[in-house]
């Protein structure tokens, strides 16, 4: 049986989706529906069932998959990791957010540098780095949403504390935390929102989930990186929601003060994902390992 067949196979079994399995392999999505029912000619049985938004397994799929899957997976691990026994050495592709990557993940993955080990990094929102990890474009990446399917296997990583933060000059304004929580969130409606994109993820998820509310104005300064958001606010250009590891220092110096210290703050959960069956490589797996070590002093 032809290898390329079963291949397109487990990718749309673990994709979902002619369509997504055709992105992931770079072929169109009629070739990969054409192999698919070669697939199926040749087996005498149908694999899947087709509806409007994608596929799903018939028992006889199922059953294929959990057969094959495992050894096409063993042969990417061969392929990817070449002939080189000390394949540890070799580079590790590494996606994230570029402030918890850049405050978080690069220092911590620093002592494995000394003992070999190459690092390369790309940074994005987190749809495009899981799109870019299924393609193989990286071999690790650090997200906070939780990936779908058997293409990609995520694992916790850490939470991040988030904290509604401004200037002393604005928290001497709106009256500081007890008056917040006396009067409510309206108190904040005469301070600028600082923020990382238009529709204000941070403080709009703080919002919900301390005020019960939704933000009354839109963004006064947008940035793109959290560290410039956090540079604005310290200067005064008004208030923002920040995870805590990034803002500690300013906090400690008084260059920012938090408004509310609310008894259950808002958190997020970073993942750390992998194109299933390549933690059997020992440079993803050395740094996915050495990550969840370090990440319980976070």
Not at 143 to 150: C, D, E, I, K, M
Not at 190 to 217: G, M, N, Q, T
Not at 258 to 268: F, I, N, S
């Amino acid at each position: 049986m032809d290898l390329a067949l079963l291949r397109t196979f487990v990718t749309v079994h673990r994709a979902g989706s002619f369509t997504r399995a055709a992105a992931l392999l770079g072929l169109s999505q009629p070739a990969v529906t054409s192999q698919i029912r070669t697939l199926e000619r040749q087996l005498g049985r149908p694999l899947f069932r087709r509806y409007a938004r994608g596929v799903t397994p018939t028992t006889v799929g199922d059953e294929l998959a959990h057969k094959v899957a495992p050894h096409l997976d063993a042969l990417t691990e061969i392929t990817e990791a070449g002939l080189d026994q000390d394949s540890a050495t070799r580079t590790l592709h590494l996606g994230g957010p570029p402030e918890f990557t850049a405050e978080r993940a690069l220092p911590a993955l620093t002592p494995l540098i000394a003992q070999g080990l190459s690092i390369r990094t790309a940074f994005g929102a987190a749809d495009e780095l899981l799109n870019g990890l299924a393609a193989g474009h990286h071999d690790l990446t650090v997200t906070t949403t939780r990936p779908r399917g058997g293409l990609l296997t995520a694992t916790p990583l850490c939470d991040e504390e988030h904290v509604l933060v401004a200037a002393p000059r604005w928290a001497a304004q709106v009256g500081g935390p007890g008056v917040l929580q006396d009067r409510g969130v309206r108190v904040l409606d005469p301070v600028p929102l600082v923020e990382v994109h238009e529709s204000l993820p941070l403080i709009a998820r703080y919002w919900s989930a301390v005020f019960d509310a939704r933000p009354a104005a839109s963004a006064a300064v947008i940035a793109a990186d959290l560290r410039a958001v956090l540079t604005c606010v310290a200067a005064g250009a008004g208030l923002a929601v920040l995870p805590r590891y990034l803002c500690t220092e300013a906090l400690d110096s008084g260059a920012v003060v938090a408004l509310l210290e609310p008894p259950v703050p808002p958190l997020r959960t970073y993942f750390l994902a992998v194109r299933t069956g390549t933690l059997g490589l020992p440079h993803i797996a050395r740094a996915h390992e050495w990550l969840l070590r370090t990440a319980v002093d976070w």
